[in-house]
């Protein structure tokens, strides 16, 4: 069972910078393309950023490119996205996402990915 576990928010000044972790298991992902997305408060859950597992090639929303860095550590089944240069309008829930079978194009709309953690709370203050 392919279990996707989130860590590493917490609150930070404007400016700051956060790395969130997303632990993958239960499954293989050499084929997967792996996303991170958002969701604040009252709002619909938004595309970040995302990167094919086995060619390390990436894709940011325009929001974040620039800021924030997907990266992956294939020996240890993890996804990480560095965000530096945090604005208060990043704040909200982030969430790890995998989709295992991949075509050739990115996948930035939510119902386009299979596997989900429980999310990390990002919150950046003024």
């Known amino acids: 069972q392919v279990q996707l576990v989130e860590s590493g928010g917490g609150l930070v000044q404007a400016g700051g910078s956060l790395r969130l972790s997303c632990a993958a298991s239960g499954g293989t992902f050499s084929g997967s393309v792996m996303g991170w997305f958002r969701q604040a408060s009252g709002k619909e859950r938004e595309f970040v950023a995302a990167?094919?597992?086995?060619?390390?090639?990436?894709y940011y929303a325009d929001s974040v490119k620039g800021r924030f860095t997907i990266s992956r550590d294939s020996a240890k089944n993890t996804v990480y996205v560095q965000m530096n240069s945090l604005k208060p309008e990043d704040t909200a829930v982030y969430y790890c996402a995998a989709r295992p079978i991949v075509g050739r194009r990115w996948y930035v709309r939510p119902n386009e990915y299979d596997y989900w953690g429980q999310g990390t709370q990002v919150t950046v203050s003024s």
């Open positions: 990167i094919s597992w086995s060619g390390g090639t990436t």
